[in-house]
């Protein structure tokens, strides 16, 4: 089946530092999304990008749609403390909703 | 608030006994899901459902089992046919049409089996 490739695993970063992260597959897709999950909670949707080529902005935070449609990365600028977490990047070919494939995740962990 | 509730938090079981998850959502969205979370893992898909009164599998849909009888409900019993239930479960909810992958999630029920 279809599979994300997201890296790096995790991060360990000073506070005010710049931040980056990515997903890979081999397949192509229509939507890809990106989630933040802090401990014990479920995920939050922090930018959802529809378009290949597709440069979006949240606060701090910058994704892309790759242009060949099997990629995204996101940027988080500036990190603060409260950026802490585990980000998900996840990918829908599109057709039924059942298609949405998460990655493993990218752990960040921020020293103030 | 609008959103999506799960209970309980925290869930322990017997080996051999069936328990049942709860998902509420006041978000008047049209699709449910459930997904399983493992550490190190990626979100599995186990159920969803786009309207009331269906549901389709997901990609490890064995030894569970949902229903659909009202929008807002989307419960999932784990049965003593799942082989490995210790874990981290996840409802979520979308709107529908040309948001599909945009979910909300609700806190998640941990869930040990002893």
């Known amino acids: 089946g279809q599979q994300l490739n997201q890296s790096p695993q995790s991060m360990f970063i000073q506070e005010g530092e710049d931040v980056s992260m990515n997903c890979t597959s081999s397949?192509?897709?229509?939507?890809w999304l990106w989630y933040k999950q802090e401990p014990g909670e479920g995920p939050v949707l922090l930018i959802a990008l529809y378009k290949a080529g597709e440069l979006t902005s949240n606060g701090r935070l910058t994704a892309q749609f790759g242009i060949t449609r099997k990629d995204s990365f996101l940027n988080i600028s500036a990190s603060i403390p409260s950026d802490v977490g585990i980000y998900f990047c996840a990918g829908q070919a599109g057709g039924s909703q059942g298609n949405l494939i998460f990655g493993k995740g990218t752990k960040l962990s921020v020293k103030p | 608030d609008g959103g999506i509730t799960q209970s309980p938090k925290y869930l322990f079981r017997k080996e051999g006994q069936n328990v049942t998850l709860s998902c509420e959502q006041n978000l008047n969205h049209d699709a449910m899901y459930w997904y399983r979370q493992d550490p190190g893992q990626g979100l599995r898909l186990i159920y969803y459902?786009?309207?009331?009164?269906?549901?389709q599998k997901g990609d490890i849909a064995e030894g569970y089992s949902v229903s659909r009888e009202k929008k807002e409900s989307f419960p999932l019993t784990v049965t003593s046919a799942q082989k490995n239930p210790t874990a981290f479960y996840l409802c979520a909810s979308s709107r529908g049409t040309g948001a599909w992958g945009e979910l909300f999630f609700g806190e998640g029920s941990r869930l040990t089996v002893l």
């Open positions: 459902s786009q309207i009331v009164n269906d549901f």
């Open positions: 397949s192509i897709f229509n939507t």
